[in-house]
Structures are given as structure tokens and as C-alpha cells.
Nanobody
Framework: QVHLVESGGGLVQPGGSLTLSCAAS????????IGWFRQAPGKEREGASCINRSGRRTKYADSVKGRFTISRDDAKNMVLLQMNSLKPEDTAVYYC??????????????????????WGQGTQVTVSS
């Protein structure tokens, strides 16, 4: 089973940028659909973005569309989440998650946390002046 470790979180001013990394080990990343989720204090975990196995189909929550970009490099067993124009409401713990899928690598991903069965430990992102 895949093991996921997030990094890259931190404190950033509004309007700033961060890139989160999700490093996978113990199993080839190419077998997994990957999602980035976030959870703010007192709120439910929400899907921010996901990327399918081919890397050609992505989805974004409306709240991050146009500001966040997800990408994957299976050769490096890495998934990135580039976050630009950050807002205070982006403050949350960010998690990457994986689900192993068979079949067509071009099938779209789905940003629903209940579908994913492998999770990292999370990385804190705080957007504040």
C-alpha cells in the first residue's frame, strides 16, 4: 500500500504563494488517483483538487479554481499543489490522499474524501498578515 507524506506548508501573507508536495513511497504512484483535501478548524474536510492517473484530467473546487494547480510526476513519485493568490480562507490543514484504481487511466478523478483510502498526515497552511 502507498505511503504519503506532505510537505511545503507554512505561513504566508494574503496574495502569496505556496507549493505543497506529496511524496509517495512503498507503491508506484502511477497506480493511484490523487486528491488534495483541506480541513479548517471547525469545518468539514473538503476536496480542493484531484488528478487522475494519466495526469491529464483534473478537478478543482470552485473556491480554488484559477488559483491552484495540481500536477503529478510519477517518475519522481510526487504530486504537487501550486497555490497562488492565497486568501485567509485558504487557511487549513492540507492532506493528500490516494485511491488505487484499475482499468482506464483516463477515467476522471472524483474529489470526495470518502473514496480515498490512503492519507498523509497533513501539512498546515496559514494565510495571514
Amino acid at each position: 500500500q502507498v505511503h504519503l507524506v506532505e510537505s511545503g506548508g507554512g505561513l504566508v501573507q494574503p496574495g502569496g504563494s505556496l507549493t505543497l508536495s506529496c511524496a509517495a513511497s512503498r507503491s508506484p504512484l502511477e497506480d493511484y488517483v490523487i486528491g488534495w483535501f483541506r480541513q479548517a478548524p471547525g469545518k468539514e474536510r473538503e476536496g480542493a483538487s484531484c488528478i487522475n492517473r494519466s495526469g491529464r484530467r483534473t478537478k478543482y473546487a470552485d473556491s480554488v479554481k484559477g488559483r491552484f494547480t495540481i500536477s503529478r510526476d510519477d517518475a519522481k513519485n510526487m504530486v504537487l499543489l501550486q497555490m497562488n493568490s492565497l486568501k485567509p480562507e485558504d487557511t487549513a490543514v492540507y492532506y493528500c490522499a490516494a485511491i488505487r484504481t484499475g482499468g482506464n487511466i483516463h477515467e476522471p478523478c472524483l474529489p470526495y474524501a470518502s473514496l480515498y483510502n490512503y492519507w498523509g498526515q497533513g501539512t498546515q497552511v496559514t494565510v495571514s498578515s
